[in-house]
């Protein structure tokens, strides 16, 4: 099997549970928003599901990011965007660079999550 064939099987399926990554990642930004507008009445247990919902989102996207991780870094020892198959490469490459963002901001989410104040 090729490096090509092999990004191009990993890709259908990482691009899958990046676009899953993505959109519950917005949802957990927009509850995390709602629950620190000052809800006076966050109890303990829905601080603890939201910050185990973040994490646990955090541990998916990095370990989907760890396993891809070998593969990313043939295809940048093999690069050269002009190649015949060099363009399914390069994206395979900006798709990473751009999953640290996405591991950056769900662990800020998580961190957000973590301070939130529950109610005495």
């Not at 990004?7 to 928003?33: D, E, H, K, W, Y």
């Not at 620190?36 to 910050?51: A, F």
């Amino acid at each position: 099997m090729t490096l090509t064939d092999e990004i191009s099987s990993f890709g259908s399926l990482v691009g899958l549970m990046l676009a899953l990554a993505t959109l519950l990642t917005v949802n957990r930004a927009n509850g995390l928003a709602e629950l620190g507008k000052g809800n006076p009445t966050l109890s303990k247990c829905e601080k603890r599901r939201e910050v185990t919902l973040d994490v646990l989102l955090t541990v998916v996207t990095i370990l989907t990011f760890l396993g891809g991780l070998p593969l990313a870094v043939r295809a940048v020892h093999e690069l050269h965007p002009l190649a015949h198959e060099g363009p399914i490469r390069s994206v395979l490459i900006m798709v990473w660079v751009l999953l640290v963002g996405l591991i950056g901001w769900q662990i800020r989410l998580a961190i957000a999550a973590f301070k939130l104040k529950v109610s005495p």
